[in-house]
């Protein structure tokens, strides 16, 4: 069965920077797109990124481009989202999401002063 793992939330000040990982398993990774969303509380679950199957394209929601980056390593089954200059408005619960089907558990971003 597919797994989903995500991993590296955390609190950070605005400004900061934290990587978030995701490590995929029971699929054929290569062969997916895979894609970062996130939910704030009481807020629909929007996109944040996407990546294509060998990472040759990506792209971005207009809010965090420019400052977050997703990556992938198609040999370690694992998808990445680097996010610099965090702010509050970051604040959500991040999901990894493949072939918009299969989900991770989530992992928490706080961005607060």
């Known amino acids: 069965q597919v797994r989903l793992v995500e991993s590296g939330g955390g609190s950070v000040q605005p400004g900061g920077s934290l990587r978030l990982s995701c490590a995929a398993s029971g699929f054929t990774f290569s062969s997916t797109i895979m894609r970062w969303y996130r939910q704030a509380p009481g807020m629909g679950r929007e996109l944040v990124a996407h990546?294509?199957?060998?990472?040759?394209?990506?792209t971005y929601a207009r809010s965090v481009e420019g400052r977050f980056t997703i990556s992938r390593d198609n040999t370690k089954n694992m998808v990445y989202l680097q996010m610099n200059n965090l702010k509050p408005e970051d604040t959500a619960v991040y999901y990894c999401?493949?072939?918009?089907?299969?989900w991770g558990q989530g992992t928490q971003v706080t961005v607060s002063s």
């Open positions: 990546i294509t199957r060998a990472g040759g394209v990506a």
């Open positions: 999401n493949a072939n918009m089907t299969d």
